[in-house]
């Protein structure tokens, strides 16, 4: 059973974005259920990296949008992806290094952060681009 589930509600309006977004429910859907197999630390550290690795890189996607058009609510959003990308880098540390074990709250932290991110934050900026026809 997937731990969240891609809906067209949480389409921004933006291929690229909506693209990447998918990415990043498929990478921690398969976290979840690496996690929950019981399959070895390194089999859910590969998986942890990938999922850390891509979400810098969709944070940067966004933010260079942010950027290139003026976005006036740039700055709140990538102090969100910091922080998030902070936790993440943190826990990926710790998993790597035996100090730490995912969790299921860790993983219903990682699901409500995305999912809440999506729906508000980034629902926030989708009648800016929108009006702009970025698609």
Known sequence: MALI???AQMSVGIAKIDEEHQRLITLLNAL???MMAGRGDEV????LDQLVSYAKTHFATEEALFRSHG???AAAHKKEHDDLTAKAVELQIAVSGGKAFLTLPTMTFLKDWLTNHIMKMDMAYRPFFAAKGIK
């Open 71 to 73: 976005y006036p609510q």
């Open 44 to 47: 859910v550290g590969d998986v």
């Open 5 to 7: 589930t891609w809906s």
């Open 32 to 34: 979840h259920a690496r």
